[in-house]
């Protein structure tokens, strides 16, 4: 982090190029809404940012325990962000358990902020601590600012005359307020979203804006805090930017492959976390056509979408890690079937219910494997909040032209962090042609297939003369009859693999950033993108030939995969599970060296660790 300093009427201004910034207490303290504030207001500005919420797997867990937590953490810069940062520049702690379980990943002799209040000794033995650390010298090495928060924020609404919970659940924006002081940041843009949010509470709206007030006057004048700090806009192309999480990206990329097609979009899902707000989305979409049900399981959403899709529509279906393995059998009937579908998978950690507001990538081998039988789909995955959109799109376009599943992978990291996204036009997507037919020619058999993809017919049922049949039993090749001829099954086996290793021809060679050939390639897949592009970004800096080829296309992989391999000495695939990726590419290209770092935290891999192992890795020659 670079720092400049300048003088303003305020007093000292240092200049910034880079921040990171965590918000933490209960589940019920509002940190996702004050770090959410933050990242749209700085995005406005014009900073570059990436966001990481981290939400306690319970509805509503104990006040006060530490696996109650609640936190969002964001990442600012003048430069390019491309992860929510490793080591804290600033840590807002609500009460003990935010700060005993966060303080660990402060930086030495930067601050943190506390709401004194809540320090009560009730609160500090929920949180598990034998002394108070506000008093037992355990954060001198740390710039310690002690604000009564709960207490100021009753002060500035005692003539409102709210309720005391009205009153206390408001003093997230005390906090808020304070940082906006501290990073020279404009209090209007939340202003305003007080006003619409609570237009029809204008009370409510009165008094977060008075607390939000209240705390950034308390940070200018409080002699605690000598200076404020100002982050420069980031230099990124020109466009119209706004802020997007990954699911939000994931329903609106489904939406443009709709329009793009001319297709209905239909959504058949049952809610699950972390996948549940692409539901949400669409749902608000039906102006553009979209059909939304809500199952009551996952497999009535996975096979009412495989209905949907034989009525002629562009269907999807939404999960995460558990789901996927209940939607296995009808992921199967669709392949079998030969109709489009799309199913997302926003992985969790496992196994079983495991960690559901925790991210993982252990879902790899279940997305290609995962069905019985000889059942090959198309898998793909999405690297960041803001390239689900272009994923989702591709998994679309990829279902219709090639008329079989396909299963597109996010995760929990990139699900619910966001960053700027450059807005698209309709007009400058890639074309989707789609095998769907509404007419019958003297000729026609619903397994006739184009040369190209060896897609299908797809008819329309109801149609006079395109009746045909459809079910869980082998088709004919040319009539789609039941058949229990041998040589026909294998046929169809054969041809249903052909379909999946034709996509090939569609997808984007493998390249591989930085170095074309080297001492190291670091391979990555998925939402581990950002954190493994820094890594190779910094040593690169330091003259170190490192590459980093991050897979998007899974099965089938891209043509060229043997050959980028082939061009460096050691080949290390670090993933957020135990080795699947590299299980993987062992099986189809041989050992090649491969060398394997994983991390099963529920976690993002952190930067530093990742430049630590991969300079190791290189000093071992």
């Not at 980028?564 to 699947?580: A, H, M, Y």
Request: glycine letters at 8%; charged letters at 20%; proline letters at 5%.
């Amino acid at each position: 982090m670079t720092i400049n300093k300048v003088e303003s009427m305020a007093g000292e201004i240092e200049s910034l190029s880079a921040v990171v910034i965590r918000f933490v207490g209960d589940s019920g303290d509002g940190m996702q809404l004050t770090g959410t504030q933050f990242t749209d207001t700085s995005a406005m500005f014009g900073n570059d940012v990436a966001t990481f919420p981290n939400y306690p797997a319970e509805i509503r867990a104990p006040q006060g325990s530490l696996y109650g937590v609640s936190g969002f953490q964001v990442h600012i810069g003048s430069v390019e962000i491309s992860t929510p940062g490793d080591d804290l520049d600033l840590l807002v702690a609500m009460n003990p358990a935010g700060l005993k379980t966060n303080v660990a990943s402060v930086k030495p002799g930067h601050t943190i902020i506390v709401d004194i209040d809540s320090f009560t000794k009730k609160n500090l033995q929920k949180a598990e601590y034998e002394s108070n650390p506000l008093e037992d010298g355990s954060l001198d090495n740390f710039r310690l600012i002690e604000v009564s928060m709960t207490s100021m924020t009753k002060e500035a609404l005692k003539d409102l005359g709210l309720d005391n919970k009205s009153i206390t659940r408001s003093k997230n924006m005390f906090a808020l307020g304070m940082v906006y002081w501290m990073y020279n940041r404009d209090m209007n843009y939340t202003l305003n979203f007080f006003e619409e949010k609570f237009k029809y509470k204008p009370n409510i709206a009165e008094a977060n804006a008075k607390v939000l007030k209240a705390g950034f006057y308390y940070a200018e004048t409080l002699e605690l805090i000598p200076n404020a700090y100002t982050i420069a806009p980031s230099e990124m192309p020109k466009g119209t930017y706004r802020i997007v999480n990954g699911n939000t990206a994931t329903a609106w990329g489904f939406l443009a492959a709709a329009e793009k097609s001319g297709l209905e979009l239909f959504l058949g899902s049952y809610p699950i976390t972390p996948a549940t707000d692409i539901l949400h989305e669409l749902v608000k979409h039906k102006n553009f056509g979209v059909k939304a049900f809500q199952a009551e399981d996952e497999i009535a959403g996975v096979t009412s979408s495989i209905g949907a899709s034989f009525a002629g529509d562009l269907a999807i279906t939404t999960t995460s890690g558990p789901g996927l393995a209940l939607k296995g059998e009808a992921i199967g009937l669709a392949l079998m079937t030969e109709l489009p579908l799309v199913v997302v998978n926003v992985q969790r950690g496992g196994p079983s219910t495991g960690l559901p507001t925790k991210t993982e990538q252990s879902d790899l081998l279940q997305a290609i494997y995962g069905r019985n039988g000889e059942s090959p789909v198309i898998v793909i995955a999405a690297s960041t909040p803001a390239d689900c959109f272009d994923f989702a799109y591709q998994a679309a376009k990829l279902t219709l032209e090639h008329m079989t599943p396909v299963i597109l992978l996010t995760d929990g990291y990139i699900a619910n962090g966001s960053e700027p996204w450059r807005i698209k036009s309709i007009n400058d997507m890639p074309e989707i042609k789609h095998r769907r037919i509404d007419k019958a020619s003297e000729s026609w058999h619903p397994y006739d297939r184009d040369t190209e993809n060896l897609a299908r017919n797809w008819a329309v049922p109801g149609t006079p003369g395109l009746e045909h049949r459809v079910g869980g039993l082998e088709k004919d090749k040319i009539t789609g009859n039941v058949s229990y001829v041998p040589d026909n099954h294998e046929f169809m086996t054969n041809i249903r693999a052909e379909k999946v290793k034709r996509a090939q021809n569609s997808i984007p060679d493998l390249k591989a950033e930085y170095c074309d050939e080297g001492d190291l390639l670091v391979i990555g897949w998925g939402g581990t993108y950002g954190s493994l592009h820094s890594a190779v970004r910094k040593l690169n800096a330091k003259g170190y030939k490192i590459g980093h080829a991050h897979f998007n296309y899974l099965n089938p992989f891209p043509k060229n995969t043997e050959e980028v391999l082939s061009r460096f000495k050691k080949i290390v695939v670090c993933e957020l599970n135990k080795g699947q990726l590299a299980f993987v590419l062992k099986g189809k290209f041989g050992d090649k060296n491969i060398i394997q770092y994983n991390k099963v935290m529920g976690l993002p891999f952190s930067v530093t660790d990742l430049v630590t192992k991969f300079s190791n890795l290189i000093k071992e020659d």
